[in-house]
């Protein structure tokens, strides 16, 4: 039997609420919720700080293998650890081979072995034709497989078009995986302009009605189909009406949204500026503001990074050139404080924090019964942080391999203090444990 180890304060993050708990762990998974005065051997007590389940990030592009020179496995989860990220779901892109077939999966997983300093759980791909390798990314632990409606920026991974979702949908549907999709429908728009480097030309060459479109059709299918939708990145606030309209119907569909469409705005973007480019774009304040409102009453069941770094020269910082530039933001680690500080602001409580960045994407992803909560039976993963410490995104405290984000400089309330996996401090004051420890996550409803 496993020694008993305690994690006590204040402020427990619990499935009643927030209160004074301890946290009584053995070996990896969580053994009890005891009164804040238990007594145990081995006992931490972190006071005032908050204890929450760690976050899950299901929408992360780790690179490895085949780009590694963008992101991999140890940068990538070292990043996760410090900002109290505990799992991780890998997307299929842009690593090489592209996650679309169980060998390409099987590669993805050699990769990893022995680099994980986070849980880490994998997404498939749909691409034309390979409606077929669908059922064996699932046997072989995908958790579910993601399309492109428009150009994904890499020929590996082409666009899918509805004749290939009608191929892929039954196939996922009858696997019991959900379909994910980059929502945006190439319909042409109003010309980029003439200067490269403004950021209100970008905006719009890729207009909000690419992604209602877009969202329209994927609806549509859900109904005929019956396969669960999930809808990635949401950007345009315009789509909440039908999002809102398809959940009342009770169809099978489900909305997550990034950092940097709720704590950035596109008039305050210089010219210039690609690392701050995206897709969807970051579009202005009145649509960052309904999308918060969308959060709050459930149309958006949950904020996750979309971290998608690359190489500082394909930013091309020195050209500033938004058509040219790679579009993805860098944010692994970063997006409790960044939520936190706008979500304290609109008045919004820990535990809706938790729901939003643990409890609802770890439904999601398939890993409800292990992740996600903080009790009995469930891994034991923490972050401790405090809320109301304020702190200024330097270099130094980025760990994914480049240093590169528009949040560098940005004053955030929500300090992470230490991360916990598995029953091991993985992360602290010290940094980082020295060997990783985390687990491939594989198949819906399974532990690591």
């Known amino acids: 039997m496993s020694a008993l180890v305690g994690l006590k304060s204040e402020r427990v993050v619990t499935a009643q609420g927030v209160a004074p708990a301890t946290v009584v762990i053995e070996g990896r998974q969580i053994r009890a919720l005891e009164a804040y005065e238990t007594a145990l051997p081995t006992l931490y007590d972190y006071g005032k700080s908050v204890l929450a389940p760690g976050l899950v990030d299901c929408h992360v592009h780790v690179n490895e293998p085949g780009r590694t020179e963008w992101e991999g496995f140890e940068t990538a989860t070292r990043a996760a650890a410090a900002g109290g990220v505990t799992s991780l779901v890998d997307m299929p892109l842009n690593s090489l081979p592209v996650t679309t077939t169980r060998a390409a999966l099987e590669q993805k997983l050699d990769s990893a072995r022995g680099h994980l300093f986070v849980d880490v759980g994998f997404w498939g791909g749909v691409v034309p034709g390979n409606q077929t390798e669908l059922r064996r990314l699932g046997e072989a632990g995908a958790l579910g497989c993601k399309a492109f409606l428009c150009d994904s920026g890499i020929e590996e991974f082409p666009r899918s078009t509805e004749a290939d979702l009608r191929r892929a949908m039954p196939a996922l549907r009858d696997s019991g995986l959900p379909l994910l999709a980059h929502a945006e429908l190439e319909l042409g728009g109003p010309a980029s302009g003439d200067d490269p480097r403004a950021y209100r030309a970008y905006l719009g060459s890729r207009p909000a009605a690419w992604e209602d479109a877009a969202i329209a059709l994927l609806i ?52 210039g500026a690609t690392h701050f480019k995206c897709a969807p774009p970051i579009r202005e304040h009145e649509n960052r503001e309904a999308l918060w409102r969308a959060l709050f009453e459930g149309v958006i069941d949950f904020v996750i990074s979309d971290h998608s770094p690359c190489t500082p020269a394909l930013k091309l910082p020195e050209r500033g050139d938004f058509q040219a530039a790679w579009g993805g933001i860098a944010s692994l680690g970063l997006g409790l404080p960044a939520i936190w500080t706008e979500a304290r602001a609109r008045g919004a409580s820990v535990e809706q924090l938790s729901r939003w960045m643990s409890q609802a994407p770890a439904r999601f992803a398939g890993l409800e019964r292990k992740k996600g909560k903080l009790a009995p039976g469930f891994d034991a993963d923490v972050v401790i942080w405090d809320p109301e410490s304020t702190f200024q995104v330097k270099e130094s405290e980025l760990f994914f391999k480049h240093r590169i984000s528009p949040f560098l400089g940005k004053t955030f309330t929500g300090k992470v203090r230490e991360t916990w996996l598995g029953g091991q401090r993985v992360y602290g004051a010290d940094g980082h444990l020295a060997e990783p420890t985390g687990r491939p996550l594989l198949s819906r409803g399974a532990s690591a």
């Open 220 to 271: 549509r299918l859900c109904r005929e189909t019956g396969c669960p939708v999930h809808i990635v990145h949401l950007s345009s606030a315009g789509s909440v009406p039908q999002l809102r309209q398809a959940r009342d119907e009770g169809l099978p569909v489900t909305v997550e949204t990034c950092p940097h469409y709720l704590c950035l705005e596109a008039e305050s973007i210089p010219d």
